[in-house]
T-cell receptor
């Protein structure tokens, strides 16, 4: 069974640009969550989608947005990039909404903002 | 109130020794406590998890101890091996929100 797939794995952008990251969950998983990982702030919750609906949202500015498609694949978008957005963005999937914290993570998309 | 505090930040243990990582929380609404293991270049992977109505859970060399009254829980790695060298995250989730709150992480190095 294939794991969570995230694309692209690495990308470099400049300030002010926007970026879209993609996540394909494990087959059959309907919930997708996104996390930002940085050395200073650790792992921080961005948002969670279940059946194309955003169930939860973390404390991030509106520049961070996401969506989920009918096949459970998800994308997240960051607009007007800032230097501080440089991070590893992790996608995680679960069978249902993650009320047990049992998530399956992808290897992440490492974003560098110059 | 949403924080999960984890210590130590880093830990060096000799092969065969016991690694102990501690976490504390404030929010009594948390009702599930998973631990994740992350190797460099990889995403976190679920290691072991516990509910607050259980005081201890053991899976192989990994044991979670849970103290509900103190709002603390810890991970013990017995007979630590160099392959256990990784970053470990404790976490907590409230069933009502489904939002996973992570501790800051502990980088474990097991010396051969």
């Amino acid at each position: 069974k294939a794991g969570v797939t995230q694309t692209p794995r690495y990308l470099i952008k400049t300030r002010g640009q926007q970026v879209t990251l993609s996540c394909s969950p494990i087959s059959g998983h309907r919930s997708v969550s996104w996390y930002q990982q940085t050395p200073g702030q650790g792992l921080q919750f961005l948002f969670e989608y279940f059946s194309e609906t955003q169930r939860n949202k973390g404390n991030f500015p509106g520049r961070f947005s996401g969506r989920q498609f009918s096949n459970s694949r998800s994308e997240m978008n960051v607009s007007t990039l800032e230097l501080g957005d440089s991070a590893l963005y992790l996608c995680a999937s679960s069978l249902s909404w993650s009320n047990t914290g049992e998530l399956f993570f992808g290897e992440g998309s490492r974003l560098t903002v110059l | 109130q949403q924080q999960v505090k984890q210590s130590p930040q880093s830990l060096i243990v000799q092969k065969g020794g016991i690694s102990i990582i501690n976490c504390a929380y404030e929010n009594t609404a948390f009702d599930y406590f998973p631990w994740y293991q992350q190797f460099p270049g990889k995403g976190p992977a679920l290691l072991i998890a516990i509910r607050p109505d259980v005081s201890e859970k053991k899976e192989g060399r990994f044991t979670i101890s849970f103290n509900k009254s103190a709002k603390q829980f810890s991970l013990h790695i017995m007979d630590s091996q160099p392959g256990d060298s990784a970053t470990y995250f404790c976490a907590a989730v409230s069933g009502n929100t489904g939002k996973l709150i992570f501790g800051q992480g502990t980088t474990l190095q097991v010396k051969p």
